[in-house]
């Protein structure tokens, strides 16, 4: 049964998948950019100094951290459109609660919480995407899904600084929050499995078996490569916008607008990157490979730059290298765990990438504290992506696998 549903001609259905996925995606990437023009104005309003912002975006990816692990394999368990749905629905909420707050210990604690229910998201965006997409077609699909990332940078940065001028940042809060929660409702109404994982959920629901997971080589070292790739992308998010206000004296607005050229250029980038790796069929991982080094130069790059022009000149370079091989690494998870625990190893991948993204805004704002050196901040930033390369570089490609094959049996494959 499963081969021929399988092997069926793509359905149209899958592009509404697609469309709806990427929009709770790009609601949480905004949701999550937002603390980035915003931060200074809050820090202002609650009384919190320049070095302790930094906890603000931590506390926000350890809430991100856990519902990637616990998201992934409650998609794998409960379905994927209900993860998604309440996901970006909550989340949204917490959006709108953090918009009221007046106290340094609420607004961690409201930041912590949006995070919490954030990232569940994300595993089930993967695996309701994998059940509707063949494996030669992923890279392009989690290309346009991952331009999601990247255009939540962008709205976040567009728009955010020009509210704050015009009256409040709270208003920013507010307007992501009742957005999220009104892409949530969509998701619950409108998503569903595809025609494998459809016949599946008809059957009683049991625990995800994550064995194969835990033992599966090319997932761990993906998991160490992401994290090192994700310690620059995100941290260059998080602080770079304050740093160049701050270290090098640009306008604020300006810097917003250096941050909305770094993520412009993404959104092209991503869907592009996967439709000329599955077209040419260039193997993922070294692509991955040649665009760290290039994220890693270009961040080295960006810390040499003095003002404005050359911020805008470096932006686009380093705004593809910051972003493309996120849709490849991705499109990567389902072909080394299987369709079956698609969920549970995306969601868990991920949140061991984010621990990267948790970790470096409090560890680039201690640097920057100490040293006052805009550019020790980015030689922070660029050892993440520089050193993903030797974790890349051990990595077996898993060969194509027959469409009948299960999940399980790919896991093994992974394995050998």
């Given amino acids: ?182 892409i949530g409702i969509l998701c619950l109404v409108f998503l569903r499995s595809g025609p494998a994982d459809g016949e599946a959920e008809k059957q009683p629901r049991q625990l995800p078996n994550l064995r194969p997971l835990l033992r599966n080589r090319n997932l761990l070292l993906l998991g160490i490569a992401g994290f090192g790739a994700l310690w620059g992308t995100y941290g260059f998010i998080t602080w770079a916008n304050l740093l160049m206000v701050k270290g090098v004296d640009v306008d604020p607005v300006q810097a917003g607008g250096v941050l909305v050229i770094f993520g412009a250029v993404a959104i092209f980038s991503k869907p592009l990157i996967g439709i000329v790796a599955d077209f040419l069929k260039i193997p993922y991982r070294m692509l991955i490979i040649g665009i760290l080094a290039v994220f890693g130069a270009t961040l080295l790059l960006f810390s040499c730059a003095s003002g404005i022009v050359q911020f805008l000149w470096i932006a686009p370079i380093l705004g593809i290298a910051a972003y493309v091989y996120s849709p490849l690494m991705i499109a990567m998870i389902p072909n080394f765990s299987g369709e079956q625990l698609a969920g549970s190893a995306s969601g868990g991948v991920n949140a061991f990438w984010q621990l990267g993204s948790t970790i470096v805004p409090a560890v680039v704002g201690m640097v920057f504290g100490a040293t006052g050196s805009f550019q020790m901040a980015f030689f922070t930033l660029a050892a993440g992506p520089l050193l993903a390369i030797i974790p890349m570089l051990a990595i077996r490609e898993v060969p194509k696998i027959h469409a009948a094959t299960t999940g399980s049996e790919r896991a093994s494959a992974t394995n050998n």
């Fill in 1 to 182: 049964m499963m081969t021929s549903l399988r092997q069926t001609a793509p359905r149209p259905y899958r592009w509404v998948i697609l469309l709806l996925c990427w929009a709770a995606f790009t609601m949480t990437s905004v949701d999550r950019a937002t603390w980035g023009p915003a931060a200074g104005s809050v820090g202002k309003d609650l009384g919190v100094e320049l070095t302790a912002l930094g906890l603000f975006a931590t506390t926000y990816y350890i809430g991100y951290v856990l519902s990637n692990a616990y998201g992934g394999f409650l998609a794998d368990w409960l379905g994927p459109r209900l993860v998604v749905g309440v996901s970006i629905l909550l989340s949204g909420s917490f959006m709108l609660l953090f918009g009221e707050v007046h106290s340094q210990g609420l607004g961690m604690l409201f930041q912590g919480l949006v995070g919490l229910c954030a990232g569940a998201e994300f595993g089930g965006g993967v695996k309701i995407i994998a059940s509707w997409f063949t494996r030669e077609r992923r890279g392009t699909a989690m290309g346009v899904f991952m331009t999601a990332t990247s255009l939540g940078l962008v709205i976040a940065n567009a728009i955010v600084p020009s509210m704050i001028q015009a009256g409040s940042w709270r208003t920013s809060y507010h307007l992501f929050g009742f957005a999220s929660i009104a």
